[in-house]
């Protein structure tokens, strides 16, 4: 059976030679195929299942296509889509996770989220972005 297993991934191997493959976009594809999917069990959202069929032959359709030029294109356009929202949920989930310990507050100069510790007092930060010096309570 392990040799059967090893020549079907040297298979797999060899079919995929100069194809794209699976990226960060092919994952989200995925994933929001299986939510389309959950949500197409009930009742009065049945259509959604045939959109998450869609969707899901996309991203396979992405995973096998040779043109590696556009594919890479399409990619690094999601990446800069998701950009501030990933950088707004790693705000959140610091935020959450230093609640206890630290306090955070934007830089009226610049927007940038400065960190500072609680129960200091009076404390002066540079926000390392523009170099402006705040004073803030902690």
Request: one cysteine or more.
């Amino acid at each position: 059976m392990k040799g059967y297993f090893q020549r079907a991934a040297a298979a797999l191997q060899k079919y995929m030679i100069g194809r794209y493959g699976p990226d960060e976009l092919v994952a989200a594809l995925f994933v929001f195929s299986c939510i389309l999917t959950f949500l197409s069990n009930f009742r009065p959202l049945r259509y959604l299942y045939f959109i998450a069929i869609a969707v899901l032959a996309i991203a396979v359709w992405r995973m096998l296509s040779k043109n590696i030029a556009k594919r890479s294109d399409e990619r690094y356009k999601f990446l800069q889509l998701m950009e501030k929202p990933v950088a707004e949920f790693k705000l959140l989930k610091n935020r959450i996770r230093d609640r206890k310990t630290h306090k955070y507050f934007k830089c009226k100069n610049c927007g940038a989220s400065l960190r500072i510790p609680k129960g200091k007092g009076k404390i002066s930060v540079t926000c390392p972005k523009c170099r402006v010096k705040v004073t803030k309570n902690s």
